[in-house]
């Protein structure tokens, strides 16, 4: 990144939970089991559920879901903002995570409401560097 | 395998103790612990004896630590550590090795210095993703109660009496963090933390240190004490693999180790005239009613509203202690706390937040916020008077 390109550093707060490309939409990276094709994310070193070594691949998908359950936090911890909303999601692809909302002030939010991925903010660090990961957008039903 | 009785326990006030150092506060309940037994200090050295202490955050060792201030080194202690749950897994470790025999008589330990300048939540599970994202405890509890209100209606008012009724207990006793009563308005206008749960909704973050005394057969009859209080059944779980945590509308491993307890201690809900339940937030509470048998799922706000939970109040008694929600919560001093409020709730020695007819007895503790499991630990124990 040249000096110009930006004041603030961004850093992910994991190396190995999403990838970003200036084409196309973010996607989250997880592991995808051979054998019985359950998804995992964050991955997995092995299997968890069948206890098995060996049999999880990579896998990249889109990171959409739905919203199960949400609340606004008032005062989040030093660094984050504040308020924040945390969401519980069941991502299409299988797995369930707990995650920050995106772009969800101005927006009813309801149960079972359709989610996609966004790379955010997550907090910020005392010299303003700000560590992103995954957050969810609640997508409102075209009128 | 002998019977466990619960001999001596001690406790110090919860609350913030800027000025005593944490194992300063464990001593001052182990030295009360052992007096209240009537066992000699030096009986822990003469006969098969064994220590556990619990706590999250206060360092190696602790249990050495703390009981070399009262001259008791060389026995076999263990360091225990399950998040909120710590403390009543030093009690069940404990417990454990008395029932084989492997020692007569144990301490078990709890302690916890958590105040700090300015307050604020716990320190999150080192490493963990989902608390590392946000995910604070009160955040975790606030989507259980919107779940729980989706699917069955419960009410904010509902969840605002658990308050209500845990602070007019603690009010009730002088070793509580809050001593004062709260109203529901107070409750629900209080400043929001985590919608729904307002600041009245959580429980204090506390400092503070809890001890029990147990012993075997053999060491009540060779120390010639009189049984009063016998430990019938621990069951101590871990959560399993969930999608969402510990967001959910009930607690699976509260309902497991519950189970697995009235199983060996040959109880049913029914039997339970009190139980002391871990409920560092409202709905919390609500839930565990469902989870541990006093009524049925779903049925947890119409418990806490037709006041059944209350001291006196004809079904349960729910925390006459105050709860962690009055008397604060030490996370390693929580579920020894526990203990001794049942001891002397059991002993009919609680004063004026004594339950009527105090037989039967069950203390609940869950702990740790660990992403893809719904907890860490969830630990059950049951005790009768003799």
């Known amino acids: 990144m040249s000096e110009t390109a930006s004041e603030i550093a961004r850093v992910p707060i994991r190396p190995d939970l999403f990838v970003e490309e200036s084409a196309g939409p973010p996607r989250l990276v997880g592991s995808r089991c051979r054998v019985t094709g359950q998804v995992f994310f964050p991955a997995e070193v092995m299997n968890p559920v069948t206890m098995t070594e060996g049999t999880l691949e990579r896998h990249e998908f889109d990171g959409a879901g739905k919203l199960v359950a949400w609340t606004v936090i008032a005062r989040g911890l030093p660094g984050f903002d504040s308020p924040y909303a945390l969401g519980t999601i069941a991502l299409d692809a299988g797995p369930g995570f707990i995650g920050q909302l995106h772009d969800w002030q101005d927006k009813t939010l309801r149960p079972g409401m359709p989610v996609r991925l966004a790379i955010g903010r997550i907090k910020s660090e005392k010299d303003g560097t700000e560590v992103v990961g995954p957050k969810f957008v609640p997508v409102e039903a075209q009128a | ?386």
């Open chain 2, 1 to 386: 395998m002998t019977r466990v009785y619960v001999v001596g326990t001690g406790m110090t006030t919860f609350g913030p103790q800027p000025d005593v150092e944490v194992h300063e506060l464990a001593r001052r309940a182990v030295w009360e612990a052992i007096a209240s037994s009537g066992v000699a200090p030096a009986e822990f050295k003469q006969r098969p004896s064994v220590a556990f202490a619990g706590h999250a955050y206060q360092g190696p060792c602790f249990a050495q630590k703390s009981l070399m201030k009262i001259g008791l080194q060389g026995i076999p202690m263990f360091n225990v550590e399950n998040a909120c749950a710590s403390g009543s897994s030093a009690v069940i470790g404990a417990a454990a090795m008395v029932r084989s025999g492997e020692a007569e008589i144990a301490i078990a330990l709890g302690a916890e210095k958590l105040t700090r300048p300015g307050g604020g939540f716990l320190p999150i599970v080192a490493g963990d993703l989902e608390s590392a994202m946000g995910r604070v405890m009160p955040a975790a509890f606030a989507m259980q109660a919107q779940l729980h209100m989706q699917r069955y209606g419960t009410t904010r008012e509902q969840m605002a009496l658990v308050a209500v009724k845990n602070r007019r207990n603690g009010a009730l006793n002088p070793r509580c963090h809050f001593k004062e009563e709260v109203t529901a308005e107070q409750v629900l206008s209080s400043p929001s933390i985590a919608q729904p749960l307002t600041r009245l909704s959580c429980c204090p973050v506390s400092d503070g240190a809890a001890a029990v005394i147990l012993a075997s057969e053999s060491a009540v009859r060779a120390l010639g004490l009189t049984p009063r209080v016998e430990l019938v059944a621990t069951a101590l779980v871990s959560g399993e693999r969930t999608p969402y945590g510990i967001v959910d509308d009930k607690s699976e491993m509260s309902v497991r180790a519950a189970k697995i307890a009235y199983e060996r201690a040959g109880l049913g809900p029914a039997d339970v005239d009190l139980c002391e339940l871990h409920d560092p937030f409202t709905i919390a509470e609500i839930i565990h009613y469902e989870d541990l048998g006093f009524c049925r799922p779903g049925e947890g706000g119409a418990y806490i509203e037709k006041g059944l939970s209350a001291i006196g109040g004809g079904g349960v008694a729910v925390s006459p202690s105050g709860g962690l929600m009055s008397k604060g919560h030490p996370l390693g001093a929580t579920g020894v706390a526990q203990v001794a409020e049942m001891f002397w709730q059991l002993l009919g020695e609680a004063g004026s937040r004594q339950v009527p007819r105090a037989r039967v007895g069950l203390t609940h503790t869950v702990g740790g916020g660990v992403t893809k499991l719904e907890a860490g630990a969830s630990a059950v124990m049951i005790l009768k008077a003799v």
